[in-house]
């Protein structure tokens, strides 16, 4: 099992950045993709990004990559969203996901956080 505790929301005005930053522990993180995602009210949660722990291979949505980008930390078990040109559309609850390596790359993750409120100001 993985615990994932994530940090870095907040406040911000349109055009800024803003990284979040997910904490795990637990199992050999190696053995896992990490992901973040976004829930916007009453709309549906939003893949972002992914990245294998091992490898450091990330995934995108099928749009590309956008505005954020994925990375992680092995020394410090963190991994990161780094968001740039935020706009009022960003504003939603983040997540960030483990799932087991074989599992799905943009679904069907086995353990979450428990989400971080960005919201972008205009």
């Known amino acids: 099992q993985v615990q994932l505790l994530e940090s870095g929301g907040g406040l911000v005005q349109a055009g800024d950045s803003l990284r979040l930053s997910c904490a795990a522990s637990g199992r050999t993180l190696n053995d896992y993709r990490m992901g973040w995602f976004r829930q916007a009210p009453g709309k549906e949660r939003e893949f972002i990004v992914a990245?294998?722990?091992?490898?450091?291979?990330?995934f995108y949505p099928d749009s590309g990559p956008g505005r954020f980008t994925i990375s992680r930390d092995n020394t410090k078990n963190t991994f990161y969203l780094q968001m740039s040109s935020l706009k009022p559309e960003d504003t939603a609850v983040y997540y960030c996901a483990a799932n087991v390596l074989g599992g799905g790359v943009r679904s069907g993750y086995a353990y979450w956080g428990q989400g971080t409120q960005v919201t972008v100001s205009s």
């Open positions: 990245i294998t722990w091992s490898s450091g291979l990330t």
